[in-house]
């Protein structure tokens, strides 16, 4: 496992805030990296603005066509990775879709993913079956490859589990991310049936909105993922948005 990624897992229930990458602006992104690492968090997912977000609800479409309406680029991704891993070691991922990491080139993309210090790549329109696009390429340059499961994996649990890495995203509810009221209710079964087959972390992400939930959610997993919330107040406060979220952060943090 990477060493980060090992790292954030080891001491504590993780902490996984998600923010988009360039909304409301790259400068602002930068900023609230650093200010979710002094808030607690323990892993942070960058979000890479795609134009057709499947597996997104409105908060984060909403972020991305923020971010790309600015001129955002993935260069200029790799190159803010690059000024935060000059000032700090916690552990990054990336969470993007197949194709802008096919526009960009795929060996391209994780080679550069890697020299610029990105520890995960989670990509969720790659089902398990069709891993073989980018998992090979993430393990020649030393990028986890994070496998997804949702309530629907039933059987498919316990291979996805085998051949994981880094740690297993495990969906709490179906459909796309977004805050709910309540999460599902088979996920402490999903966990339990990822560690009967091997000791790999596990997070809680899709839905966790309020620290209640994260507290919940926290007590099933070895982590949680909290992502259209932390969104949510990025595109309410734009540009001011820093103090907000750090002090959300910490709320989350506290319960954990």
Do not use: W
Not at 48 to 60: K, L, Q, R, T
């Amino acid at each position: 496992m990477n060493d980060r990624i090992q790292r954030a897992f080891s001491a504590r229930k993780a902490f996984i805030p998600f923010i988009t990458a360039g909304d409301p602006s790259l400068d602002v992104t930068e900023q609230l990296v650093y200010a979710l690492e002094g808030a607690g968090a323990d892993l942070i997912e960058l979000g890479i603005p795609f134009s057709d977000p499947v597996a997104e609800g409105p908060v984060i479409q909403a972020a991305d066509e923020r971010a790309l309406s600015t001129g955002f680029t993935t260069d200029q991704l790799f190159e803010l990775v690059g000024r935060v891993r000059r000032k700090t070691d916690i552990a990054l991922a990336f969470m993007t879709y197949l194709n802008p990491v096919y526009a960009y080139g795929r060996e391209r993309f994780v080679r550069e993913a890697a020299e610029r210090g990105v520890d995960a790549l989670i990509v969720p329109d790659v089902p398990f079956e069709e891993r073989g696009e980018l998992a090979p390429l993430c393990a020649k340059h030393g990028v986890s490859f994070i496998s997804l499961i949702a309530p629907t994996s039933k059987e498919r649990v316990l291979r996805i589990a085998a051949e994981a890495q880094g740690f297993v995203y495990c969906v709490s509810s179906m459909g796309v991310t977004g805050m709910r009221e309540s999460l599902g209710h088979d996920i402490g079964e999903m966990v339990r049936m990822v560690k009967t087959t091997r000791d790999i972390p596990c997070a809680i992400g899709f839905g966790v909105s309020t620290p209640e939930q994260a507290r919940e959610m926290a007590a099933l997993a070895d982590g949680v993922i909290v992502g259209s919330a932390i969104v949510d107040i990025v595109g309410r406060y734009g540009k001011d948005c820093v103090e907000h979220v750090t002090e959300f952060a910490g709320e989350i943090r506290a319960v954990l």
